[in-house]
Structures are given as structure tokens and as C-alpha cells.
């Protein structure tokens, strides 16, 4: 992660608990480190314990990784930061219109069947994805389901965390496109 970016993410992230008085000890590695690593997790595809010895130690990257899974860490700070894009470009933070679509991808032979199905349409065998953006392209929510799913049974599971992130003047009206 460059500077600028770490500069962006630092000021989103959330504030641990023993910062605010609030118990708790201080971490014993950066934040920076931590989501350096798990990034790179990530983006390689590697496993936990194949991380490479630059960063902290695989144990410590990994509890992080479920804390922060745990107490949903990681859907606030995307939160903060497409808030904090949208108010940069001139737009209200939060989205007053959204955008919802969908695509069939193949599963592999290891997918259970209980966990994929068939779209005739696109003659695929496999899940399918159910992505909801504001109007400036950026993530909202994701739903994913069988293949079988048509866009409009999947769309109220898609929308249902959304309310709670709409603003005072009004709700997420989408547009929805198949």
C-alpha cells in the first residue's frame, strides 16, 4: 500500500477499543502491516500459513483477519471510504439511487451441487452473482446464489442490508437490469 493510500485508509479505519479507554491492550503490529498482508493473501491466493516472512507472522495476520471479520470491520471501513469518494466527487455520502445486475460464472467439478444450479439462459452450470452499485459504480452490496436464481427473487435478499444505509432524505430506489 503506498503512502497516499495508507493515508486514506488510516483516517476510515475504525478506532480500537484500547484507544478510546474503552479496554483492551494495544496491538502488538501495525494496522498498515496487517492489511498489507491480508491484501496480499488475497491477491496471491496463497494460504495463511505460505504468507511470506516480510510481513508479521501468519497467526497474528490470521486473528486479525477474524476480528475484524467478527465485528464486521471490514464493511465499515468500505463504507467509510466509498462515503468519503462520494462526498469528493460532489455527491451526497450516501447513494439515492442504485444500480442491481447479475452474472452466471461456472462452477467447478468441487462446487456441491446443493450450492449450484442451472441457468438456461445463459447455459451455465454454476452460481450466479448479484451486484448492487450506487449510480458512480461503486460496491454497494453483494448476493451470491445458485444459478438457477432469477434477478428478481434475488433482488430483495440483495437489497435488504441497504436500508439501513439510506439517508434522511429518502430511500435506495433501484434500477433494476438484467
Not at 496491538?27 to 502491516?33: F, G, I, K, L, T
Not at 469528493?88 to 452466471?104: T, W
Request: proline share 6%; hydrophobic share 35%.
Amino acid at each position: 500500500m503506498t503512502d497516499a493510500e495508507w493515508a486514506e485508509v488510516r483516517s476510515a479505519m475504525p478506532v480500537p477499543a484500547w484507544l478510546l479507554k474503552r479496554g483492551g491492550r494495544p496491538e502488538a503490529y501495525c494496522h498498515r502491516e496487517m492489511l498489507d498482508a491480508v491484501r496480499y493473501l488475497v491477491d496471491n491466493g496463497v494460504k495463511w500459513m505460505a504468507i511470506p516472512v516480510d510481513f508479521p507472522y501468519w497467526r497474528a495476520v490470521y486473528d486479525f483477519f477474524r476480528r475484524w471479520r467478527a465485528y464486521d470491520y471490514v464493511r465499515e471501513l468500505h463504507e467509510r471510504l466509498r462515503r468519503t469518494a462520494r462526498e469528493r466527487s460532489g455527491r451526497n455520502a450516501e447513494p439515492s439511487a442504485g444500480i442491481i445486475d447479475s452474472q452466471s460464472v461456472d462452477a467447478s467439478e468441487t462446487v456441491g451441487e446443493d450450492s449450484r444450479g442451472y441457468d438456461g439462459g445463459k447455459s451455465r452450470d454454476g452460481r450466479k452473482r448479484h451486484i448492487l452499485t450506487d449510480t458512480e459504480g461503486l460496491l454497494l452490496e453483494v448476493t451470491v446464489t445458485t444459478a438457477d436464481v432469477h434477478d428478481s427473487k434475488a433482488a430483495p435478499t440483495t437489497l435488504l442490508p441497504v436500508p439501513a444505509g439510506k439517508t434522511s432524505s429518502g430511500s435506495l430506489t433501484p434500477e433494476i437490469s438484467g
